[in-house]
């Protein structure tokens, strides 16, 4: 596709609203003060626009707090750390998952830190962990706006604003307390920041965008580099000033990007180890080895050891025991639904932003922009694609910010050149083909209001063919064929996410959208990385109780499998549930474990201990009973319990609020304490219980866990909780 009668600079496209030396500024106007700014914006802005993203931010945070109570604890392995984090500012900053300090969680701690200071502040409950997430995705809204209104039209960013906070899993994610809502975040600050140096050359924003990957970093360590490669080419080659000086800007950024996320690490490696919690995650207490191992290079090619199964790689053929790889693994049915309505259209915008600024100056700031979005898109789908290791579909929320700009960005400027053919007819096939993408999507669900694939396919095609003819027809028939083309491309994804925000999510393994929208390894619960089977009944705060009766599919911590509910027999106030999974076709995904009122859920196949698993996915149901046994004289003890696994060790310790030590990290398999280190702390008396169940060293560590439990069954009393099975660490037997 060309378009030769745009003008070489593009400057038929707003110009940025920045210093003197960008394009289209030095008008002399006056400052406005701030607070007249904030509400008023740009003094080219029409007055709407302002008060429209203002308002578009409102409904954003409050559709994204809608509900959000249901999701309980979300994801008590992360849950547990804050509430460590909340009790000793030492737990905080490591990461810790008990405030005794015996083992962190398997990420670095930052994005622990915001929801650990919030539960200091207003108390251990759903909303206090959930809320600063939630913050974050509008924060990511904001930036996404700022970035592209600098060089589009108000339009434009409001289109982006409202096409990231539809994407499924965007809704899924920054409603739930797993790092990624923090990354993606930062990651979206980074671009910006580029972009803001790619306006006039300034170091300073070369500098913020290094801290701001650097604190990413410490979010989710190496998947912060991702997006580095292409904008540092981008840097490198299209920014104004000579070529040194780009180079020596870049180094700046990097210097800027080891320190924002070095000191954390050199500080916990520096750290006496016998004074630190064991580092969660690792073979040999290493945050390096974490960090390069496990949490890198091991998700590439799946040699994670300490992973669930044990570092065997990919399966062959394409696949791996954590879904299939290749090219399409962005658009299959374990990923699709999560991600990609709007990914065609992210790709053939990108594409036409492109080629509209193809002929345009070297430091041209718009198609800077295109390619910096587009790279970041292009680089992390190439990776999400074909890394063999752990994967998990809400993974891709990164994605969303880079796909709603492209969209945005893109959508702006084929409509304002609609009188060329060209522009008009790549707008139409970009709005009908993500019309037919969305049925398809949807034809996936079939049961799931299935009038609205047709309405889509039909409203989509003929918005399409109107659009293609747009500079041919009167302003009032083209806008027409432009509202409908965007209510085609977003009524899909509109769906999902509503479906998303009406329902709560538990588990380490989560996913938007209605039940049975996404199967990963070969259906729910079959597999590592299926849903129904591998959860758990999530954990709900006390008095958040859920009424009422699901019909699901197997989707776990969504229908099927514990939606936030509370852990058996109860904490004051739950209410009763019961939630019910058809398996989709494909396997039985029921949940059972036991409610208020006999209701039963969370115990999957019969694996027992907790939640799925043996309680490796997601948590144990704590009764009444079991809950007043652990707490009785629990401060005389460092901890309260031991158990097998992080995640049936997190829903005792947020039932008690007492630190209960995780065996063998999050999968067991870490050999942190060993035996003799678990004897010591049992001769010294620090240990009262341990909680029986778990399923140590199923990743393929030190087996451990396994000999701390052989030890603990042969050589002390055990008392039964009704399901639950504990023993008494200051009474051995005879």
């Not at 409904?59 to 547990?80: H, R």
């Not at 070297?362 to 680089?379: C, E, H, I, K, Q």
């Not at 053919?421 to 083909?433: C, D, N, P, Q, R």
């Amino acid at each position: 596709m060309t378009l030769p009668h745009l003008p070489a600079d593009a400057s038929a496209l707003p110009p940025p609203p920045a210093a003197p030396a960008v394009q289209g500024q030095g008008h002399g106007r006056p400052k406005q003060p701030p607070l007249t700014r904030v509400w008023r914006g740009r003094d080219d802005d029409p007055r709407w626009a302002r008060p429209a993203f203002l308002g578009l931010l409102l409904v954003v945070a409050l559709a994204y707090l809608w509900n959000l109570s249901a999701s309980g604890y979300a994801n008590s392995f992360y849950s547990a750390a804050v509430q460590a984090g909340s009790q000793s500012w030492k737990a905080m900053f490591f990461g810790s998952l008990d405030s005794a300090n015996a083992i962190t969680v398997d990420k670095p701690p930052a994005s622990l830190w915001p929801m650990a200071l919030s539960v200091r502040i207003f108390g251990l409950s759903s909303w206090a962990i959930l809320v600063p997430q939630v913050l974050m995705g509008v924060a990511t809204a904001g930036v996404l706006y700022a970035a592209v209104r600098r060089r589009f039209s108000a339009a434009a960013g409001l289109l982006t604003v409202v096409a990231f906070a539809l994407t499924p899993v965007a809704a899924l994610m920054f409603r739930f307390n797993n790092p990624d809502a923090l990354l993606a975040l930062l990651m979206t600050v980074t671009v910006y920041c580029v972009l803001r140096g790619m306006e006039n050359g300034r170091t300073k924003w070369l500098v913020w965008a290094g801290v701001a990957v650097g604190l990413a970093f410490l979010a989710k360590t190496l998947q912060a580099f991702l997006i580095l490669p292409p904008l540092a080419v981008l840097y490198a080659v299209f920014a104004p000033g000579r070529p040194l000086k780009r180079i020596g800007q870049l180094l700046l950024s990097g210097l800027a990007m080891v320190v924002a996320g070095g000191w954390w690490v050199a500080v916990v490696e520096l750290w006496p180890a016998s004074s630190r919690p064991y580092i969660g995650g690792s073979q040999n207490n290493s945050f390096l080895e974490l960090t390069f191992g496990y949490n890198g290079l091991g998700r590439i090619n799946g040699e994670e050891t300490g992973s669930v199964g044990g570092g065997g790689g990919g399966m062959g053929g394409g696949g791996s025991q954590w879904g299939e790889t290749g090219i399409d693994r962005m658009f299959n049915s374990e990923i699709g639904s999560q991600i990609s309505w709007l990914l065609p259209a992210a790709l053939l915008l990108l594409v036409a932003g492109v080629v509209v600024t193809w002929k345009a100056r070297r430091t041209d700031t718009a198609r800077a922009a295109f390619l910096a979005w587009g790279g970041s898109l292009v680089m992390t789908m190439v990776v999400f694609s074909f890394m063999a290791g752990i994967f998990h579909q809400y993974y891709t929320v990164a994605l969303a910010p880079y796909a709603a700009a492209l969209v945005g960005m893109g959508a702006s400027v084929l409509w304002e050149e609609r009188a060329r053919f060209t522009a008009s007819a790549a707008l139409g096939g970009t709005v009908a083909v993500t019309a037919v993408w969305s049925y398809v999507l949807l034809n996936r669900t079939p049961d799931y209001v299935p009038w609205l694939r047709w309405v889509i396919l039909v409203g989509g095609v003929a918005a399409g063919l109107g659009l293609a003819v747009a500079g041919r027809l009167n302003r009032q028939l083209a806008l027409g064929a432009a509202g409908l083309g965007l209510v085609a491309a977003l009524a899909g994804p509109t769906a999902y996410t509503i479906s998303t925000l009406d329902t709560g999510h538990s588990g380490s393994i989560v996913t938007a959208g209605p039940a049975g929208a996404s199967m990963m390894g070969g259906g729910r619960g079959g597999g590592p990385g299926g849903e129904g089977g591998m959860g758990g009944g999530g954990m709900q705060p006390p008095g958040q109780g859920q009424q009422g009766q699901q019909a699901g599919q197997g989707q776990q911590g969504q229908q099927g499998g514990g939606m936030g509910q509370p852990p058996a027999g109860g904490m004051p106030g739950q209410g009763q549930g019961q939630n019910q999974g058809t398996g989709n076709g494909k396997q039985q995904g029921t949940g059972t474990g036991t409610l208020p009122g006999g209701a039963r859920m969370g115990e999957r196949g019969g694996m027992g201990g907790g939640g799925g698993m043996g309680g490796l996915l997601d948590g144990a149901q704590v009764s009444a009973k079991a809950k007043a046994l652990v707490e009785k004289n629990a401060d005389d003890y460092t901890w309260a319990a031991a158990a097998i696994g992080s995640q049936n060790a997190a829903s005792y310790q947020l039932s008690t609020g007492k630190p209960v030590m995780a065996i063998g990290g999050f999968n067991g398999s870490d050999p942190s304490p060993t035996l003799a280190q678990f004897k010591s702390y049992v001769e010294d008396g620090k240990i009262h219980y341990f909680i029986g169940g778990g399923r140590g060293g199923m990743g393929g560590g030190s087996g451990s866990a396994s000999k701390i439990q052989s030890w603990v069954e042969k050589n002390y009393t055990k008392v039964t909780v009704g399901s639950a099975t504990f023993y008494d660490l200051t009474k051995p037997k005879s």
